[in-house]
């Protein structure tokens, strides 16, 4: 919520539905205030009631003016994924790390496209053999060779598949990937 204090000096009118504009003169100087206080809920919590009062009690001596409006809730843009770009060309199953084409076999190349084509979600192993091979009658534990050595392909400094410990695996949220299904 903004408070905004302006000097006595200034020749202010105060601006709202119906009301004037604010002028002042170039030559005399301004202080304005603004302060950002967090609520409980929708409403404010006792101390920001005392601070305001303060404000608006150290204003009034002088013969300046409070404003409090609500604040404009700032979005936060998502920070977009780094590191080198992964680029899986499904129509020639072909992978590409930065330009470069990897050597996948056949159940990584699966494997890779099975993330990348749903990611945020995590996959047990048992959902990953049943989506990947197809089949849940061999041990969880391929699950686990097949994502290492996917990993080592991929370059060890590259986080595209993440462990969630205690249940399985999912496509980094920091991981490049992109699909193209007709290249």
Request: proline letters at 9%.
């Amino acid at each position: 919520m903004p408070v905004s204090a302006l000097s006595p000096r200034i020749n202010r009118h105060v601006t709202g539905p119906g009301r004037g504009s604010a002028t002042r003169r170039p030559s005399e100087p301004a202080l304005t205030v603004t302060v950002a206080i967090p609520l409980a809920g929708e409403a404010l919590l006792p101390q920001a009631h005392k601070l305001i009062e303060a404000v608006r009690e150290l204003v009034e001596l002088s013969q300046g003016t409070v404003t409090v409006e609500p604040a404009v809730p700032v979005r936060e843009e998502p920070p977009l994924p780094s590191g080198p770009e992964v680029r899986i060309l499904t129509a020639s199953r072909q992978v590409m790390l930065d330009g470069d084409l990897l050597a996948l076999t056949r159940l990584e190349f699966d494997l890779l496209l099975f993330l990348a084509e749903r990611p945020r979600r995590v996959f047990t192993r048992g959902q990953l053999l049943s989506g990947v091979w197809g089949y849940e009658h061999t041990g969880e534990r391929t699950v686990d060779v097949h994502v290492r050595r996917l990993r080592l392909k991929l370059g060890g400094n590259l986080p595209v598949i993440t462990t969630v410990y205690g249940v399985g695996y999912r496509l980094s949220d920091d991981a490049r990937v992109v699909v193209l299904p007709h290249e």
